[in-house]
């Protein structure tokens, strides 16, 4: 091996480096517990775990530098080393299946950690008694839906996220016949209705009630509790013209509709959602106390889940007891409406199964490990108890 | 070493890979949907709501009171936010220089504590010492109002920052909170208006016993939204839907909203709106409607003929029925001028729904009446 690819191999097989790795990852995780006081639990995961680098402005300036290795650099040269360290040090056979169990356990751990944070997505949708539904929302993201609402069975819906809005990035979609231009984008705003906001600038919107509402930017919010609240303007421009301005946001509450080119359409921002591939009925909401208190006992939905064939089954979802279907996770997350809503979060993680995987191979590893170390010490025992006399100290 | 070089690209790829979560603009098709509504839509916790009443109750799932409630009217100036699951009403009251305070009108099970806790936790949150139970008869006031005992507070953090104006009710099993919240110059201006707010607090029961002469209500009518909401004008209307129909939570651009249920399983929708003004004039208005189902705007001669304007009761109804021309949709509605504001009602659904409820619809509009005594 030539001299620079051999210090970069003795770089990474270094167990210092894993010591050094370590802890830093220990520094990153009281650093993110106390910062979450701040930023919120999302706001953490977003700054501290998936990204490579940690940035910081300079005191007095907007400038950002980097000042401390993100969880996934510090997870991934955990990974390179540990994996480097496995082959460059440890021969197959009998003796170190243990070790190698247990490794390649440890490697799959990590591996599951980035695949998740890449790959999970977390939803809510939330269910009055007798409520059917067939999409989740997200707890954090938002997305503008320009509906085409012509036929009377279907609608056509062209869903944007609300990043590509905040990039302001036109977009011209071969579903729509115009194209969709960012004029103003709020991440957290207030709306209120014109006539009781004095002073407020003249609007940006033309169409649909925007007009009648004035909005408020707000400081973006990273509690746990609350959520932003964007708001957007959008043009929407046909190649005959601009069809006007429209004032968008989830708290608007429902669509805008607009004719154009003989169709209906609906312009609306709401959360994002995820349609599946099932629907969801509400069938009955327990929420059960301890016998003269208010502590909750137990909280249940039963639903039924309704397939596309027009079969159905039951399902009790409660705490600790989650339905799992179509790759997705139901669990009971809480619930509104004086016991009348059922709130359940819907997780998408096609790597759920790796967490279980990782640990049963360590698991199985070490026993391995231990128990080869075990029958070792006890054949030399029975090897010095069976020695002549003579041979002893 | 062939196994190493592996591992340096494999882990490389693997970083590339964390910086790819990438936003795309997606197509689907899904059966056809009504409106949301702002249950679906709101969250429990937007970020304008602010601490509901108990602070750190807020944060965990407490069931809020159920049966028999309040109802108030709240004055034309103050903006109604959504209620969320926590809070029964929640409002945005004005002050000088665009400052707004926070009402927030939350109900629990039980007397949470009792008083003195409830009035402790207050002050707390407005950095006051607690207050020991020989002083508490001093540090409020308690009136009777419509037959409830309201206990008054006022409570301003040292400085003047956060001043917390409330009310606590004990009513049936429960105790209801009105707590108004902002700083201590915008609370001097907001109490006139909030104490009168307090008198108007009374049990929905109470409300619902009121005759209601305007109209004859259809039978087993059920009472209106329990809450009276403040037009942008200062009036507002009330009405007595039928019990067949479903009534949706209202938003925050719905005064009103029901789901009408036809025969073949198809649901209509009915929206209650106002907005300040004349929105474009009553041609506009209708035209917007005819837009909503294809058909060719109307001229201003051709308007007359195509609505019918009964007057009831000191109302100026305009009525409206367009329909699409293949049936798939068809709007049935109602303009309202009433002071300097104008209130739509809006029933949207098939052709068949909207003609097997039309009857229903003219009825209840015949029990459409100013709001208030």
Redesign the interface.
């Known amino acids: 091996?030539s001299g620079a690819l051999g210090l970069?191999?003795d770089f990474?097989v270094s167990l210092k480096l894993t010591v050094a790795l370590l802890a830093l990852g220990i520094v990153l995780i009281f650093w993110a517990t106390l910062a979450q006081t701040d930023l919120g639990v999302w706001g953490v995961h977003e700054k501290f775990f998936?990204s490579?680098l940690i940035f910081a402005a300079i005191p007095g300036t907007a400038l950002q530098v980097p000042i401390f290795p993100g969880g996934?650099?510090i997870g991934?040269?955990l990974?390179?080393n540990l994996?480097?360290a496995h082959?460059?040090r440890f021969r197959l056979g009998w003796k170190k299946a243990g070790i190698w169990l247990t490794h390649t356990g440890l490697i799959l751990l990590l591996?599951g950690e980035?695949l998740s944070?890449?790959w999970q997505e977390d939803f809510d949708t939330?269910l009055?008694g007798g409520q059917t539904k067939?999409?989740a929302?997200s707890e954090r993201y938002n997305e503008v839906a320009i509906t085409d609402?012509t036929?009377?069975?279907?609608?056509?819906?062209?869903?944007?996220?609300e990043?590509?809005i905040a990039a302001n990035e036109a977009?011209q979609?071969p579903?729509l016949p115009f194209r969709v231009v960012p004029r103003l984008y709020y991440p957290?705003a207030?709306?209120?209705?014109?006539?009781?906001a004095a002073?407020a600038p003249p609007s940006p919107a033309t169409q649909g009630?925007g007009s009648?509402i004035s909005v408020t930017p707000?400081a973006i919010?990273s509690k746990e509790?609350?959520?932003?609240?964007p708001a957007a303007s959008l043009e929407l421009i046909a190649p005959e013209g601009s069809l006007g301005t429209w004032l968008v946001s989830?708290?608007?509450?429902?669509?805008q509709?607009?004719?154009y080119g003989?169709r209906?359409w609906?312009i609306s921002m709401?959360?994002q959602r995820r349609?599946l591939p099932f629907s969801l009925t509400l069938l009955k909401f327990s929420?059960d106390i301890y016998p003269g208190t208010?502590i909750?006992k137990n909280f249940s939905s039963k639903v039924r889940v309704n397939a596309a064939d027009g079969s159905g089954r039951e399902v009790l979802i409660y705490m600790n007891n989650p339905m799992r279907s179509a790759g997705l996770t139901f669990y009971q997350k809480?619930?509104?409406?004086?016991?009348r809503?059922t709130v359940l979060q819907v997780v998408r993680n096609p790597s759920w199964l790796m967490p279980y995987i990782a640990c049963t191979m360590m698991a199985l590893g070490l026993v391995l490990q231990f128990g080869q170390h075990l029958a070792a010490f006890g054949r030399r025992r029975r090897g010095a108890a069976a020695a002549p006399a003579e041979a002893r100290p | 070493m062939d196994s190493f070089r592996k591992v340096v690209t494999f882990g490389s790829l693997a970083l590339i890979l964390a910086g790819c979560r990438e936003s795309k603009v997606s197509f689907y098709r899904v059966p056809k949907e009504q409106d949301p509504t702002l249950a679906a839509s709101a969250p429990d916790n937007s970020a304008q709501a602010g601490p509901a009443a108990g602070g750190s109750m807020s944060d965990t799932a407490v069931p809020t009171a159920a049966g028999p409630s309040l109802t108030w009217s709240a004055p034309a100036t103050w903006t109604a936010k959504p209620a969320t699951a926590m809070r029964k009403g929640s409002y945005a009251v004005p002050g000088a220089g665009g400052e707004a305070g926070d009402l927030s009108i939350t109900a629990f099970p039980g007397a949470v504590g009792g008083l003195i806790a409830n009035v402790n936790r207050w002050r707390g949150q407005v950095q006051l010492p607690p207050l020991a139970d020989a002083d508490l008869a001093a540090a409020v006031t308690t009136v009777p109002e419509n037959g409830l005992q309201v206990t008054v507070v006022d409570f301003s953090a040292p400085g003047g920052a956060k001043r917390i104006l409330g009310a606590i009710v004990p009513f049936g099993d429960s105790c209801w909170f009105f707590k108004l919240t902002g700083s201590s110059a915008l609370i001097t201006s907001a109490k006139p208006g909030f104490l009168d707010f307090l008198k108007t607090i009374k049990a929905s029961g109470q409300a619902a016993a009121e005759p209601s002469s305007a109209a004859p209500a259809p039978a087993g009518g059920a009472a209106m939204a329990d809450t009276a909401v403040p037009t942008s004008s200062g009036a507002g209307l009330a009405w007595t839907a039928p019990s067949g129909w479903t009534a949706k939570p209202a938003s925050a651009m719905r005064k009103g909203s029901y789901a009408l249920a036809g025969a073949g399983g198809d649901a209509g929708d009915l929206s209650i709106t106002a907005f300040p003004g004349d929105v474009g004039g009553l041609l506009a208005n209708v035209n917007r409607w005819r837009g909503q189902v294809q058909l060719p705007p109307l001229g201003d001669a051709e308007l007359a003929g195509a609505v019918t304007s009964p007057s009831q009761g000191g109302l100026q109804l305009t009525l409206v029925d367009a329909a699409s021309p293949d049936g798939s949709k068809r709007i049935l509605g109602a303009i309202v001028p009433l002071g300097d504001s104008t209130w739509f009602f809006k029933l949207t659904g098939t052709d068949a729904l909207v003609a097997s409820s039309k009857p229903a619809f003219v009825a209840f509009l015949r029990t459409v009446r100013p709001a208030g005594p």
């Not at chain 1, 207030?190 to 009781?196: A, G, H, I, N, W």
């Open positions: 091996m970069i191999r990474f998936h490579i996934y650099l991934g040269f990974l390179v994996v480097a082959l460059s591996l980035l944070g890449l939330s009055d067939n999409y929302e609402a036929d009377p069975k279907f609608d056509d819906v062209v869903a944007i996220p990043s590509v977009v979609h579903r957290n207030s709306l209120e209705m014109r006539r009781d002073g009630m009648q707000l919010t509790e609350e959520r932003n609240i989830p708290d608007l509450g429902m669509p509709h607009f004719s003989g209906d609906k709401r959360f349609y929420h208010d909750p809480s619930f509104a409406n004086e016991d809503t």
